[in-house]
């Protein structure tokens, strides 16, 4: 079942070509890594995909994305709905610092006009165990987000993003600012969510990507040059340059 | 030959120097003041009217009179200069117009007060018929204290990390909810910043209030928002030049409880902006 089909995709930053005619079809319920080399528009693809990307100022997308069958670029979608079903994860662990832990976890949820305290602790303490980070601020849910350690915030993000319920998770580059027993957790994690999630995630970390990942996409500068299946991928690719830059021979 | 570490201490000798120009003229100030003010403070001189023609009694009218004048300039510019700024900064595309809209906001801090004072004049006094009335004071003072208010705001809504602002977005959330319950507590502590700022000026500026509103002399407390009102800025020039044989331990009394008025209303806003402080880092 694909989720998310994207067809001729273009974006650009004002004068900047980011992504050049990208087509690619997103399994549901499947992980997919993102790879290739800085610059070569990661990011700026997953922010297409739940329109963020049009957030920049002078930024600007053709091209269709279609989510379940519907293009979410089609004018009578509204982004907003959009944001809600794909959910997103940032490479810097970012809790809003003037909110409490349990704020946090709460916040796209109050903001989406959920109030009954009843179901606000429901749902934060069922994301918070999905995230695995229940036992460690179960005490302190009043403290501030911020208190907590680098990986403690990123597992605060990821409840965050599961407590609005999207059915896509996006995740760029989660790891990147954690030390390795932290990677590994959010790893675990990410491998527990593709039972009810279908996942993107952006990542530098060759390794990472062989481990969690279905399915592997290789970009470089705006194009996709490579997709399939991560074994294949990994051990017998058939680009050239995706052989090159996962070898290590460039990037 | 040069040697670095001469040079950076005759460096550091001059900024140490031009810190103390600043410093020792403004403590010398503050201690006059308190030192000459200090004999007049008692419970009557701050809750008395004033008698004799104003060289005996207290100056509670002039008290009243100015924190009704900053008050109501708060309450009129506060709301305005935050949605101006909210607006300027969140909503409004980058062009040449814009550019030139906040270029002039900045540059209309800098006009000297007494423009302010003819301005409402003009248009509250006369055009709009409050006039001579604590109506037409504080707007004056409002319009006057718009500029700072918006520009300190701005400044701190745009220096909010857009990171919040795209969190907020990617968990669904309006571009509106955005920043009324992602951006807005976070710049609270700046906003407050120019709010202080806006309060200083108000209070203490003699020119804006003087056609506007300030009565020269009057023994009671107003009634209503259109009556006159004396002020303790006005008052103290009054009492200076205007009045003759005035005594002195009067006329610094004034000052000083001028002086302690902004500051204690300095210092509530500082209050409220330490307790947002305390909660963000990052
Ligand atoms: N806000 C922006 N304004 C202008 N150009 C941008 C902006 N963001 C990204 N770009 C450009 O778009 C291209 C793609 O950037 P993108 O952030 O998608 O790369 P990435 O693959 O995610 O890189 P990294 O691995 O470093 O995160 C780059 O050439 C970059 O310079
Ligand atoms: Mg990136």
């Not at chain 2, 509670?60 to 009179?65: C, E, N, R, T």
């Not at chain 2, 300027?88 to 906001?105: G, H, P, Q, W």
């Not at chain 2, 006057?144 to 968990?171: G, K, W, Y």
């Not at chain 2, 044989?245 to 009394?253: Q, T």
């Amino acid at each position: 079942m694909e989720k998310v089909k994207v067809e001729g995709l273009n974006a650009y930053f004002s004068n900047i070509h980011a992504l050049k005619g990208i087509n690619i079809s997103i399994k549901e319920k499947k992980v997919t890594a993102i790879i290739g080399p800085s610059g070569c528009g990661k990011s700026t693809f997953i922010r297409c995909i739940n329109r963020l990307h049009e957030v920049v100022p002078h930024a600007k997308v053709s091209g269709r994305i279609l989510f379940d069958g519907k293009d979410i670029y089609s004018s009578a979608i509204d982004p907003i709905e959009i944001r809600r079903r794909i959910g997103m994860v940032f490479q810097r662990p970012n809790p809003f610092p003037v909110l409490s832990i349990y704020d946090n976890v709460a916040a796209g949820l109050k903001l989406n006009g959920m109030k009954r305290k009843d179901d606000l602790d429901e749902i934060v303490e069922k994301t918070l165990k999905m995230a695995a980070l229940w036992d460690e601020v179960k005490n302190k849910l009043n403290a501030s987000g911020v208190s907590l350690s680098g990986g403690q915030q990123q597992r605060l993000c990821i409840a965050r993003t599961l407590a609005v319920k999207p059915e896509v998770i996006l995740f760029d580059e989660p790891c990147s600012a954690l030390d390795p027993i932290s990677t590994a957790k959010i790893e675990e994690l990410i491998f527990q969510l593709k039972e009810n999630y279908t996942i993107i995630i952006v990542t530098h970390n060759m390794q990472q990507a062989a481990r969690v990942s279905d399915y592997t996409s290789f970009f470089l500068l705006g194009e996709l040059v490579e997709f399939g299946k991560t074994q294949d991928i990994f051990t017998a690719p058939k680009d050239k340059r995706t052989e090159a830059y996962i070898t290590g021979r460039f990037g | 030959m040069r040697n670095p570490r001469r040079t950076e201490k005759i460096a550091f000798f001059f900024l140490f120097l031009a810190t103390l120009l600043i410093v020792i003229p403004v403590g010398l100030i503050v201690v006059i003041i308190i030192q000459k003010g200090l004999p007049a403070i008692n419970w009557q001189f701050l809750s008395d009217m004033p008698r004799q023609g104003m060289r005996s009694g207290g100056i509670f009218p002039a008290i009243v009179g100015t924190i009704y004048l900053v008050l109501g300039a708060i309450i009129f510019a506060l709301p305005i200069g935050l949605l101006a700024a909210i607006y300027l900064s969140e909503y409004s595309k980058d062009n040449f117009l814009t550019r030139i809209i906040k270029l002039a906001i900045v540059n209309l801090a800098g006009v000297p007060s007494v423009v302010y004072g003819l301005f409402g004049l003009a248009l509250f006094v006369v055009f709009f018929k409050f006039g001579a009335s604590i109506l037409s004071g504080a707007l004056t003072l409002g319009i006057m204290i718009l500029p700072i208010i918006i520009t300190a705001s701005r400044e701190a809504l745009e220096s909010v990390p857009d990171s919040f602002r795209e969190v907020s977005l990617s968990l669904g959330a309006s571009k509106w909810q955005t920043i009324r319950h992602i951006v807005l507590p976070n710049a609270i502590p700046g906003i407050l910043t120019g709010t202080i700022l806006g309060l200083g000026r108000a209070a203490g500026e003699t020119a804006p209030i003087l056609f506007t509103v300030a009565a020269f002399y009057l023994p009671r407390l107003p009634k209503s928002i259109f009556d006159q009102v004396m002020a303790l800025p006005y008052h103290l020039y009054v009492i200076s030049t205007q009045v003759p044989n005035v005594d002195e331990k009067i006329r610094y009394g004034t000052a000083l409880v001028l002086l302690a008025l902004v500051l204690f209303m300095n210092l509530i806003a500082i209050i409220i902006r330490y307790q947002f402080r305390k909660r963000k880092k990052w």
